[in-house]
Nanobody, 123 residues
Framework: QGQLVESGGGSVQAGGSLRLSCLAS????????MGWFRQTPGKERDPVAV????????YYNASVKGRFTISQDHAKRTLYLQMNSLKPEDTGMYYC????????????????WGQGTQVTVSS
C-alpha cells in the first residue's frame, strides 16, 4: 500500500518561513507528478504547487508565486515545499498528493493523498 507522510507544519508569524516535507513510499514516488494542496474549513482543496518527477514542469498557484518553492530529493523520496514571506491567508491544512497520470493540477486528478499537516500564520 502506497503511503505519503507529511511533516513540517506549525505556527509562525506573518513574514516567517516554514518547510514542509512529504516522504513517499517507493511505489508512490515513481508516479508522474506530486503536489501540495491547501484546504481551509468550509472551502475546497486548492492546488498550491505541483511538480512533475521529471522536473521539467512546474505549477504554482498565483497566490504563492515568488514566495513558495516546490522541490524533490529523489534519493530520499521526499517532496518539499519551502514557504517564505508567509501571510495569514496561507493558513490551512496542507496535503501532499501524487498521481500517475497528471492530466491536470486539480485535486480530483490526484490518486494518492497524505493525512495533512497544519500551517497557521498569525498577523
Amino acid at each position: 500500500q502506497g503511503q505519503l507522510v507529511e511533516s513540517g507544519g506549525g505556527s509562525v508569524q506573518a513574514g516567517g518561513s516554514l518547510r514542509l516535507s512529504c516522504l513517499a513510499s517507493e511505489s508512490i514516488y515513481s508516479q508522474w507528478c506530486m503536489g501540495w494542496f491547501r484546504q481551509t474549513p468550509g472551502k475546497e482543496r486548492d492546488p498550491v504547487a505541483v511538480i512533475y518527477t521529471s522536473g521539467d514542469r512546474l505549477y504554482y498557484n498565483a497566490s504563492v508565486k515568488g514566495r513558495f518553492t516546490i522541490s524533490q530529493d529523489h534519493a530520499k523520496r521526499t517532496l518539499y515545499l519551502q514557504m517564505n514571506s508567509l501571510k495569514p491567508e496561507d493558513t490551512g491544512m496542507y496535503y501532499c498528493a501524487a498521481d500517475g497520470l497528471c492530466s491536470d493540477v486539480g485535486p480530483e486528478h490526484f490518486t494518492y493523498w497524505g493525512q495533512g499537516t497544519q500551517v497557521t500564520v498569525s498577523s
